[in-house]
C-alpha cells in the first residue's frame, strides 16, 4: 500500500468526449466527486449527450481548455487527483493541421502540467498513445520498444509524455503515462472516419452500408474495450507508480477478423477490400500488439470483455442511439 491520500474526488479534462465521459460516468457511479473540463472541440469526439448525462449524475463541468487552468485554481486545489484525457486524437487530421494538433497535444498540455506543477502530491495521469511507437518488427511491444511515430499527433503525444517524465524528475510531480492501444465502445465517436477506423465501421454496421477494408484488411489491432480501460485508470489512481505502462488487449484481430465480427451483428452489410489511400497508407503503423505485462503487475489491468462481446455491446448502444451519435 502506498503512502498518498486515499483518492475520493478526481479532475477528469476531456471528460466529455469518448474516454473522459466513460470514465467520469464510472467514477460518479462509485462515488469519486467529479469535476469535468472540457473544451467541447468541435474536431475531438466531444458529444452533447455526454454533458447531459453527466450533469443528471451531478458532475460539475467547466467548458474551457486545459491552457486556462489557471482559472480554475479552486477545482484543481479541490482534486485528489486528476486523469488527463483532454486531446485531439485524429490521425489524419494532424497531418492536415499539425498546427492546431500541436496547440492541443503539446502546448495547452504543457501549461497545464505546469500549473500543476505546485502539486506534487496530486496523482496525475495522462493518457498518451501505442501511436508513439509507431511501426515496430518486435511483438508484443513493450515500454521500452523504439519510439518511431509515423505522424504529427505521435510526435505531439510524445512530446508531452516527455514533460510529464521532465517534471517528475525535476518537481517530483506523481504522474503516470499510460500508452493506450485502440480503445472502442459505446461513446466513441462515429459520425465520420476521421478519429478511428472502429467508430467508422460501427458507423456502417448501424446504418447498413458496406465496410470497406483498405487491401486484404491483414493489419492487425489490439483493441481494449471501454470498460476495462475505465477499471485499470481507477486503480492506477491509487498506485504511486512514476513512469510509463501500455495499455491494452490480450490479443490482436485483423482488421478483417474485425469487420466480420461486426458483420455477425448485421449480416445484410457487406466487407469490401479496396484500395489503400496513399495518405493513409502513409501514416498507417502496420500491425500492433501490447505487452501489458506491468499493466497486470501494478494495475491489476485485465480485459474481462472480449471483442466479440464488445462489439456487440457496442452495435446494441449505437442501435438504441445513434440519433446521438451520427
Ligand atoms: N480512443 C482511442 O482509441 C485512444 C487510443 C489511444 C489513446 N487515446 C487517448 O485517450 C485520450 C482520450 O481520447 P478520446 O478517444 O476520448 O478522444 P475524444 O476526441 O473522444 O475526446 C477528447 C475530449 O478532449 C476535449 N479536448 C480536446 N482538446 C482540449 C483542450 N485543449 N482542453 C480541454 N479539452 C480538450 C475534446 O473536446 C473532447 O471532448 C486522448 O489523450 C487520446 O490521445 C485514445
Redesign the pocket.
Known amino acids: 500500500m502506498n503512502k498518498q491520500k486515499q483518492v475520493r474526488s478526481v479532475l477528469v479534462?476531456?471528460?466529455?468526449?469518448?474516454?473522459?465521459?466513460n470514465l467520469s460516468k464510472r467514477l460518479a457511479e462509485k462515488n469519486f466527486e467529479v469535476t469535468v473540463?472540457?473544451?467541447?472541440?468541435?474536431?475531438?469526439?466531444?458529444?452533447p449527450l455526454?454533458r447531459t448525462n453527466l450533469e443528471k449524475q451531478n458532475v460539475r463541468i467547466i467548458k474551457?481548455?486545459?491552457?486556462n487552468i489557471s482559472k480554475h485554481e479552486q477545482s484543481v486545489k479541490k482534486c485528489d487527483a486528476v486523469i488527463?484525457?483532454?486531446?485531439?486524437?485524429?490521425h489524419l487530421d494532424s497531418m492536415k493541421n499539425p498546427i492546431s494538433d500541436i496547440?492541443?497535444?503539446t502546448i495547452?498540455?504543457i501549461k497545464?502540467v505546469d500549473f500543476m506543477k505546485q502539486y506534487p502530491q496530486k496523482r496525475i495521469i495522462?493518457?498518451?498513445?501505442?501511436?508513439v511507437y509507431g511501426k515496430q518488427e518486435k511483438f508484443p511491444v513493450k515500454e521500452s520498444a523504439p519510439i518511431n511515430p509515423v505522424d504529427s499527433?505521435g510526435i505531439n503525444?510524445y512530446t508531452t509524455e516527455l514533460y510529464y517524465s521532465l517534471y517528475s524528475n525535476i518537481y517530483s510531480l506523481n504522474s503516470l503515462v499510460l500508452?493506450?492501444?485502440?480503445?472502442?465502445g459505446p461513446?466513441?465517436?462515429i459520425r465520420d472516419k476521421r478519429?478511428?477506423f472502429?467508430g467508422w465501421f460501427i458507423n456502417r454496421c448501424v446504418t447498413n452500408n458496406p465496410i470497406e477494408l483498405y487491401g486484404e484488411g491483414s493489419q492487425k489491432r489490439d483493441m481494449l474495450y471501454i470498460d476495462d480501460l475505465c477499471d485499470t485508470l481507477i486503480s492506477s489512481l491509487n498506485s504511486d507508480y512514476r513512469g510509463t505502462v501500455n495499455v491494452g488487449s490480450d490479443t490482436s484481430s485483423s482488421l478483417m477478423e474485425i469487420a466480420l465480427l461486426i458483420k455477425r451483428n448485421n449480416p445484410r452489410i457487406s466487407i469490401l477490400n479496396v484500395n489503400f489511400p496513399e495518405e493513409i497508407k502513409k501514416i498507417d503503423i502496420g500491425d500492433f500488439s501490447t505487452d501489458n505485462t506491468l499493466a497486470k503487475k501494478l494495475f491489476n489491468h485485465k480485459e474481462t470483455v472480449n471483442l466479440e462481446e464488445g462489439l456487440k455491446k457496442t452495435i446494441d448502444y449505437y442501435n438504441k442511439n445513434k440519433g446521438y451519435y451520427l
Open positions: 479534462t476531456g471528460g466529455e468526449g469518448f474516454i473522459g465521459y473540463i472540457d473544451s467541447e472541440n468541435p474536431m475531438s469526439g466531444f458529444n455526454h474551457d481548455t486545459i491552457g488527463n484525457c483532454a486531446a485531439l486524437i485524429s496547440e492541443n497535444n495547452e498540455q497545464f495522462y493518457t498518451s498513445t501505442r501511436q499527433n503525444k500508452r493506450l492501444t485502440n480503445i472502442y461513446g466513441m465517436h478519429l478511428s472502429i
